[in-house]
């Protein structure tokens, strides 16, 4: 359920919002943080526009919330002229049909280069209206303003977007950074409780892959932060995204290995997804949280990492009501062969191998494309046990 709603920050005195930057040379861009951003986005986002002339994609959901229209009425206030675009909510918009519907409609309204697309709503209308901005009249500029948890702290920022094939997900995409990401904390009170712990499994990531005292600190901050604590949220998203920043700066294309990182968990939630197909009765997010549990099962099995570590993640998941275990994704769980069989069609496939993201304990994982298939096997058959 969505928790109570509460009155809007005051524009005029709101505090300053916290700035990351995410530092790639002539496309390095800032990261604004903070509660009523939305109403303040016109005065922000105006000086970065080539042209005052916006393509304001959004999802149908979230005009209901709202936010659309704050964010609209300050564009507007601005001198910011703008076209809205609303696709279906979920996961399925991330298709060939809805992009290409997406691309003929910016088409039809006459677009420029030098026009922005702005993507407003969660992961799904980012990749969409992301990929949509790479491919358009061959690229123009977009802005993010993530509004659920995950895309908050994630894919909003890094420049990866697209959309899902039949063969798996994001298997069609481009890298292409955002001008700007605005982040409005406040947009998460409208946000219902499923998706702001999906949202959680990219966060408690961040601890898991490079940093344990970030863990640590979650082990006992993220109860405030998913019951909408203002500085529990602030610190759990500028912490994640200094992370993220950090990374992408690093490995902007993923060739070394140190984005991959970002990847842990992802194997197993990906095929997982892929067998459950993208009709949206399974969150990214929630696959990635069982996903985590299970690359630090692996982990262990290998003896790469002790087990009281597994078992440490998968009861701090546990104790927010988070999946942990296939069965909590779908009753039937998921067959072995069938996982190994997505898994293969992943696009982190290279030579043959799958690659996986292990871990040497809480904060110090690693890539690893050498996992033996037998005790990958034995792991996803114990877990695909029902009851
Ligand atoms: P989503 O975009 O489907 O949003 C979830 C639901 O919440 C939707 O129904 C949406 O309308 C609604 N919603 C959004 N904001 C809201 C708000 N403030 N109040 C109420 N409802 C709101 O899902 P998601 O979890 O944000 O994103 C998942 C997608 O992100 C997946 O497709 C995943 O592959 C992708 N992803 C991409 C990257 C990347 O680097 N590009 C990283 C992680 C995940
Ligand atoms: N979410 C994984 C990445 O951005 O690389």
Not at 65 to 86: K, M, Q, Y
Not at 261 to 270: E, I, K, M, S, V
Not at 349 to 357: M, N, Q, Y
Request: with cysteine.
């Amino acid at each position: 359920m969505p928790s109570e709603p509460r009155p809007l920050p005051d524009p005029d005195t709101a505090c300053e919002p916290r700035r990351i930057d995410v530092a790639l040379g002539k496309r390095s861009y800032p990261i604004w943080v903070g509660a009523g951003l939305l109403d303040r986005a016109g005065e922000r986002l105006g000086p970065l526009l080539a042209l005052p002339r916006v393509l304001l994609v959004t999802d149908e959901t979230l005009i209901a919330t709202g936010h659309v229209e704050r964010l609209e009425r300050s564009l507007t206030a601005a001198g910011i002229a703008l076209h809205r675009l609303v696709v279906p909510a979920g996961e399925r918009s991330k298709s060939m049909t809805v992009l290409g519907d997406l691309l003929e409609r910016m088409l039809a309204l006459g677009v420029e280069r030098k026009m922005t697309v702005i993507a407003l709503g969660g992961g799904v209308i980012g990749d969409l209206a992301g990929f949509a901005a790479a491919v358009l009249l061959r690229g123009v500029d977009f802005v993010q303003i993530p509004t659920t948890l995950l895309a908050q702290v994630d894919s909003a920022v890094g420049g990866k977007t697209g959309i899902n094939a039949r063969a798996g997900k994001n298997l069609i995409g481009a890298f292409h950074q955002p001008r700007a990401v605005l982040i409005d904390t406040s947009v998460l009170d409208t946000l219902p409780r499923r998706e702001l712990g999906a949202g959680y499994a990219e966060v408690v990531k961040y601890g898991c892959i490079l940093d344990l005292s970030f863990f640590e600190w979650l082990q006992t901050g993220a109860a405030g932060l998913l019951a909408g604590d203002e500085e529990a949220r602030v610190r759990a998203i500028c912490r994640s995204l200094e992370i993220k920043a950090e990374v992408v700066a690093q490995d902007e294309h993923e060739t070394t290995g140190h984005r991959a990182l970002l990847n842990f968990g992802h194997t197993f939630a990906h095929a997982y997804e892929n067998i459950a197909g993208y009709g949206g009765t399974l969150l990214h997010g929630e696959a990635v949280s069982v996903g985590t549990v299970q690359a630090a099962r692996l982990s262990a099995a290998l003896g790469h990492a002790p087990e009281g570590d597994a078992e440490r993640l998968r009861a701090h998941l546990d104790s927010l009501g988070m999946p942990t275990e296939p069965r909590h994704l779908r009753e039937e769980g998921f067959k072995a062969d069938a996982v190994l069989e997505a898994m293969s069609r992943d696009k982190k496939v290279e030579g043959g191998r799958l690659t996986f993201v292990l871990w040497r304990g809480i904060g110090r994982a690693f890539v690893d494309r050498t996992v033996p298939i037998d005790a990958l096997e034995a792991l996803l058959i114990e877990h695909d046990r029902v009851g």
